[in-house]
């Protein structure tokens, strides 16, 4: 009985160091990750809009989404990030569009789903689908990937719906 007192004892003393050092851990890099993933928002909305000379937030409807500017200050299209609840992961994508609401690119930001299933939803192939598409045109699913690529095409329909009434 004192043999597993001990044991639970010295059990219970390296989860609390190892549960001290995760978060001394964290605490320290916390900041840097998110400055991080704020540089690397920065530089996709950059890449969206290569010949903007700046990117401003808006928001709508709590919906976030970015202006692109020229350097004679008219506005040169519009960039939106969809969230959309997929097969097993969240879905997150980046989309660009012109002025009238019609499609330019679109990637995939964040994804978790089967790989080579739901994964499809990351191929060039997919991706053009959406290419010159408006919130009111149709674009086709993926055979066997059908609710990833759904949630995705809803996901980008309903905020360009928020954004072009």
């Known amino acids: 009985m004192n043999q597993d007192k001990r044991y639970i004892g010295i059990l219970f003393l390296i989860c609390l160091i ?18 991080r993933k704020k540089q690397e928002l920065q530089d996709t909305l950059r890449g969206m809009f290569s010949e903007a000379a700046r990117i401003e937030e808006l928001s709508k409807d709590e919906l976030v989404y970015y202006q692109a500017i020229s350097d004679e200050n008219q506005v040169l299209g519009y960039i939106l990030i969809c969230e959309a609840r997929g097969y097993s992961s969240t879905i997150k994508a980046i989309v660009s569009t012109d002025l009238e609401g019609k499609i330019k690119e679109i ?32 674009v086709d699913t993926i055979t066997g990937a059908t609710i990833s690529s759904k949630a995705i ?4 329909k309903e905020n360009l719906k928020k954004i072009f009434p």
């Open 153 to 156: 095409i809803k996901a980008v």
């Open 18 to 35: 190892a549960g001290l050092l995760v978060s001394f851990v964290y605490a320290l890099t916390h900041s840097r990750i998110e400055e």
């Open 107 to 138: 990637k995939i930001l964040e994804q978790n789903e089967t790989p080579g299933i739901g994964s499809k939803i990351m191929e060039e192939e997919f991706l053009n689908r959406f290419i010159g598409k408006s919130k009111d045109d149709s």
